[in-house]
């Protein structure tokens, strides 16, 4: 079973709103990541969990917050987003901190009025 | 550091045509190699991979990729196109042994025509 799920599928909020994103994976991967992906655009990397602690922050925003409650499940908590942060939100899962082929979940399309 | 270049964001072929899609890669280590797919409103999927061994690697979906070392590149290749096709097609690099951050070329879109 090579799955990432991802929830929810869609979401729409406001800038005042505070909203999660989720993701879970049952593989025992033991890094997991964030991507941001825009129309037309390849995923950019936003953090990388590996054995649920945070070890690459790409600078993002502190309106997103993730968080790794254990090794199966990845949170973003968003808060007073901007509408140019709507935008496909992915998860990937990885074997390891250096193992290579990363798996993508279906992605939360997010909109932000 | 690693860095990927795809010739050509949009390719356009006939149903049952050949596939070409370019990818050169740039890596100050050996690299991994990776190409993935995305359908419309959907994640990413792995197509196929390289990380050592064999150059010529077959993927899903009737795809395959051979790793050239000496013209640093990663072409994907499908013998006949099928409508189902249809899709952003992304390269990507991993330095081996090297950091957690996969670099991801720009995409390519794949048109197929009846």
């Known amino acids: 079973d090579t799955e990432v799920t991802q929830t929810p599928k869609h979401l729409v909020m406001g800038m005042t709103n505070k909203k999660s994103l989720k993701c879970e994976q049952h593989m025992g991967h033991r890094a997991m990541y964030w991507y941001k992906q825009k129309a037309k655009k390849p995923p950019e990397l936003m953090f990388v969990?590996?054995?649920?602690?945070?070890?690459i922050n790409e600078s993002v925003p502190s309106r997103f917050s993730p968080e790794c409650p254990n090794s199966s499940l990845l949170n973003l908590h968003l808060h007073a987003l901007q509408p140019e942060d709507s935008a496909l939100y992915l998860c990937?899962?990885?074997?390891?901190?250096?193992?290579?082929?990363?798996?993508f979940g279906p992605g939360t399309r997010l909109l932000v009025l | 550091a690693q860095s990927v270049t795809q010739l050509g964001s949009h390719v356009s072929v006939s149903e049952g045509a050949l596939v070409l899609l370019r990818c050169n890669y740039s890596s100050s280590v050996p690299p991994y190699l990776f190409w993935y797919v995305q359908y419309p409103n959907q994640g990413l999927q792995l197509l196929l991979k390289?990380?050592?061994?064999?150059?010529l690697v077959k993927g899903i979906n009737g795809f395959e990729a051979e790793f050239k070392k000496s013209e640093t590149s990663f072409h994907l290749t499908k013998p006949s196109a099928h409508m189902s096709d249809a899709a952003e097609y992304f390269c990507a690099v991993i330095g081996w042994g090297g950091s957690e951050k996969l670099v991801f070329g720009k995409g390519t879109k794949l048109t197929v025509n009846p």
């Open positions: 969990y590996s054995y649920e602690k945070l070890s």
């Open positions: 390289y990380t050592t061994g064999a150059t």
């Open positions: 990937a899962s990885t074997l390891g901190d250096r193992a290579e082929t990363q798996y």
